[in-house]
């Protein structure tokens, strides 16, 4: 009886009242800083399609004052990470305030992971002058997802410039040096055209590794299959994902150098992508091809020559000697001209396309002044 009497006694007593506290007005920094952290962690926020790898560093939708940007693309972050892990993070500042960040933009078909061995490299030089290095994946790529059309240059600028504030960067405040290759050069140009468009400083220096401002030169299509052109390899993509399914990873590398003409390295490194069937057993290429289609073709007409020329940045370009003929002598003889509008350019002789794998101590040779 005495127990029923306390339960009746505890059912009685009312629920104790949370404490009131007078709610603080937040500052626009401390807004900012808010939006920021939600970007970067609202991946808890929503379902996240198994279909595009990790919920860690990507966000379906998100919530907030991000909310009506990212609902037009349909994420908010890029995937990324920090060179050396989360510990080299953008969390330092050299003057108590500045933060020193090099971003490394891949190109086409790739992913962030394809400029590990350079970055970590890299890393080692500047490091110690306070510098980090952040890798991202673009949409539609890696581990990024596709988001909604329009897939366009500006678009994967926004991408860019909204990551770097998720995460914890300010490109009005904080020193970057921003490098591109192939696709991710002219991605880098946009960032900048967008920055210098919203009176922000530019970086210190915009690198483009092998990637032409303008238009390449054009070439017949037996002269891109003897080459393997990005051009014909993302032809072949296109191919082979139309089948769908294959086997395992082996076979669909089989298909790619046998039925579509790749070389034995060049399909190994494009079955990389592969991920498993949804429907269980075989693989199929990962990558959004309809995605990454627009995104080349808007590489392909996007002219930033315009940028070069109005000589209000620090712009640098590394051509590779064996992929001259890819520019043309129009370009490389417009690239000559703009020497005296703060467009510095080196060739790497002995290097192809992929100069950060032909002539990578070259490659950190010439970008090293930037970081001093």
Known sequence: RRRRRRRRRRRRRPWPAAPQTPSPVASPAAVAAVVAVVAASACTAAPWPAEHGPAASLCWRTTGLEAGRTRARGFAVLAHHWAGGPSQGASGSVDGQRKRVCVLLHGILGSKSNWNTPARRLLTQIGPLGWRILQLD?????????????????????????????????????????????????????????????????????????????????????????????????????????????????????????EHGLAKPLAQWVAQGVKPSACGGGVRLGYDVGAVRAMYDSYQATDMWQVLEAGTADIGIVVAGRNRHAWGDENLSRLDALRDRRVQTAVLEGAGHNVHVDDLPGLLKVVEPSFV
């Open 138 to 258: 673009h949409r539609a790529h890696g581990q990024s997802p596709a988001g909604e059309a329009p897939h366009t240059m500006e678009a994967c600028a926004a991408d860019v410039l909204e990551t770097l504030l998720a995460a914890g960067v300010e490109p009005e405040r904080d020193e970057l040096v921003v490098c591109g290759h192939s696709f991710g050069g002219k991605v880098a140009l946009a960032v900048l055209r967008s920055l210098l468009e919203s009176g922000t400083p530019p970086p210190r220096t915009t690198w483009l590794f092998d990637s032409m401002p303008g238009r390449p030169a054009p070439r017949s299509t037996e002269e891109e299959r003897a080459e393997q052109s990005v051009s014909f390899v993302l032809g072949v993509v296109e191919a082979a994902a139309s089948p769908g399914l294959y086997a395992d990873r082996s076979a669909l590398v089989d298909a790619l150098a046998s």
